[in-house]
């Protein structure tokens, strides 16, 4: 019965989804350009693509005065547009910026905003110095004209929320520049592998994830697909003991999280690793005996055509 209802649900979205499309081509709702280049980065399903570390290879691989525009999701106040990162570090805290937004400004060199309203971000960025805006998140955001739309695509069937995934038809993929995937066997214009980089306590490793082969560990997870985590971490030879898998940009109270060290500590875990982004959003409130996974994006294919697309929209 609950399927059946979440399937009516989604061919309404769907219904919704598709009227709206129609409107955007056909120009019967306005759109809104900047005084820079836009490129948004984006995807038709929701989450678990690979988009987060995208953007930031993407801020890593252009000069110039970038600035990442979020949407902030999960943040805990809805000031906006609010300017997390000036291109030298967070300027507040993970809860007000959401864990995204902050990692990106932890991890890049780029101007971060954070706003609802996409236009009125990327407004923001411009005043604050920004030359080339990347849009997080935007494909579905049609509101702020760009000059280049990348679209993250992966194996799941397109069956729209909330008994799927899918945010708009398969059709609209038509309108990408270029598609990128990180799954084997998937067609795309740009192919990228995500590996395991290093482990540590915090944002500064100092082990490579080779040294969790054979070690007990336990996973604290909450991410779109946190069962990426789970495979990344069995494939580095590690011996998952404990598991806790949360909805996507979920926040707990830090005594939580000493209760679930805890927990691991007594099932035999030598550590709990978590991923970057989890770490963002507990920056501060983690406690000890938790070690941080990030990953390295690797072009496998399409690299040459990825950087001759940025360059037909550089403005430098």
Same mark, same amino acid.
């Given at each position: ?21 129609? &409107? ?9 350009? #900047? ?168 944002? &500064? ?35 998952? #003991? ?21 927990? &691991? ?6 550590? #709990? ?5 989890? &770490? ?32 037909? #929209?550089?403005?430098?």
């Amino acid at each position: 019965m609950k399927q059946v209802a979440l399937r009516s649900a989604g061919r309404l979205f769907g219904m919704g989804a598709e009227v709206r499309r129609r &409107a955007y081509d056909r120009g019967w709702l306005p759109t809104y350009g #900047v005084d820079v280049p836009v490129i948004s980065v984006g995807n038709v399903a929701d989450g678990g693509t690979g988009k987060s570390p995208f953007v930031q290879a993407l801020s890593r691989l252009l000069s110039g005065r970038v600035a990442v525009v979020s949407r902030g999701y999960g943040r805990a106040e809805r000031r906006t547009p609010r300017l997390v990162s000036a291109g030298h570090g967070p300027l507040i805290a993970p809860r007000f910026a959401g864990d995204e937004a902050w990692l990106l400004a932890r991890t890049t060199d780029a101007i971060v905003v954070v706003d609802a309203d996409r236009v009125r971000g990327a407004q923001a960025a411009v005043r604050h110095g920004a030359q080339l805006i990347l849009l997080d998140d935007g494909f579905s955001h049609r509101r702020l004209r760009r000059e280049l739309d990348i679209v993250l695509v992966d194996e799941r069937p397109l069956e729209f929320l909330p008994a799927g995934v899918a945010r708009e038809h398969p059709e609209a993929l038509a309108r990408a520049h270029l598609t990128a995937t990180s799954v084997a066997g998937i067609e795309a214009d740009v192919v990228f592998s995500l590996s395991a980089d290093c482990v540590g306590p915090a944002f &500064a490793p100092d082990e490579p994830a080779e040294a969790l082969r054979g070690r007990p560990v336990a996973l604290w997870s909450a991410s779109a697909r946190p069962e990426g985590c789970e495979r990344t971490v069995r494939a580095l030879g590690a011996d998952v #003991v404990l598991q806790a898998q949360r909805r996507d940009h979920q926040h707990v109270r830090p005594g939580v999280l000493r209760d679930f060290a805890r927990r &691991a500590k007594n099932c035999g875990a030598e550590t #709990v690793v978590t991923t970057s982004k989890d &770490a963002a959003r507990y920056a501060g409130a983690r406690p000890d005996g938790f070690a941080v996974l990030t990953r390295k994006l690797n072009f496998v294919s399409g690299e040459a055509r990825l950087r001759s697309e940025l360059e037909r #929209v550089l403005p430098w």
